[in-house]
């Protein structure tokens, strides 16, 4: 699904090499965790795959296309692939849960008559089904990042990136969003969890990629979390 080859990052401003000479390769349906400490790059590898920044050195290629393709009118079909989750939820205050879900659709112009259904059933995995009329304010943080991610999955995308996705979360409410990403994963999405959480890596384990500098030290099949 993505691939690495010779992927460095330099941001020029400061001469920082964020990503240094990467060759990591992520298959359709994986789930990965994505750790190091910070400034390790984690941002920067999740920049990339979204195409917010370019590599310097290299290509970061998505179902065999480097990702250079999606260029112009093409871009749409890039972010049609990815949902995205960050630590920040950035639903929107006004709407309930149900119409922030539904927002995601309108935007990628999906037909109205399709909206109930497929907001049911994004909500439905996250176990949000019974809160689709609660505003936001009306909701506990981790289920406000539970309708972020119904909303990154409405679209049903073969990739959904998470960035620090419990980084405001009590240790309750980040393993229930852990559990979310995991039935994420369950209905053949490929995840890829950029994270802090030590202990979420360790109890929930899935194959993990540790960086360090820019360079990717570790690559785990097992899970599990070293420094
Ligand atoms: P992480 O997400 O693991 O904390 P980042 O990818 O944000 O790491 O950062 C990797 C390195 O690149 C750090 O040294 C950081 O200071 C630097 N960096 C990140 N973004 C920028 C930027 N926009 N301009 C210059 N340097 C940056």
């Known amino acids: 699904m993505i691939q690495f080859r010779n992927v460095t990052l330099e941001y020029p401003s400061t001469h920082t090499l964020a990503l240094d000479n990467l060759n990591v390769e992520i ?4 789930f990965v965790y994505l750790v190091g400490h910070s400034g390790a790059g984690k941002s920067s590898f999740m920049n990339l795959i979204l195409k917010r920044a ?9 179902a065999g296309q480097p990702l250079s393709y999606y260029r112009g009118r093409r871009t ?27 927002f995601a659709l309108r935007v990628v112009g999906v037909p ?4 109930p259904q497929r907001v049911t059933v994004a909500l439905r995995t996250v176990g949000l089904e019974h809160k689709k009329y609660a505003l936001p304010m009306q909701l506990s943080l981790g289920e406000q990042q539970r309708v972020a991610i119904a909303r990154a999955i409405v679209t049903d995308p073969p990739l959904l990136l998470a960035d620090e996705p419990t ?3 009590d240790p309750d409410n980040s393993r229930e ?17 950029a994270t ?10 899935h194959r993990t990629l540790t960086l360090r500098r820019g360079k990717l030290v570790r690559d785990e099949h097992l899970g599990g979390y070293a420094l």
């Open 54 to 62: 370019l590599p310097t050195k290299g290509e970061v290629m998505l």
């Open 196 to 205: 802090h959480a030590r202990d979420l890596v360790e109890t929930f384990r």
């Open 167 to 169: 980084g405001n979360l």
């Open 112 to 115: 109205q008559r399709e909206w």
């Open 27 to 30: 298959g359709d349906g994986e």
């Open 76 to 102: 749409h079909l890039l972010r049609r692939r990815m949902g995205m989750v960050f630590q920040e939820n950035l639903l929107l205050d006004h709407l309930n849960a149900y119409d922030n879900v539904a």
């Open 177 to 193: 969003v852990l559990k979310v990403l995991q039935n994420v994963h369950l209905r053949g999405t490929t995840v890829i969890v």
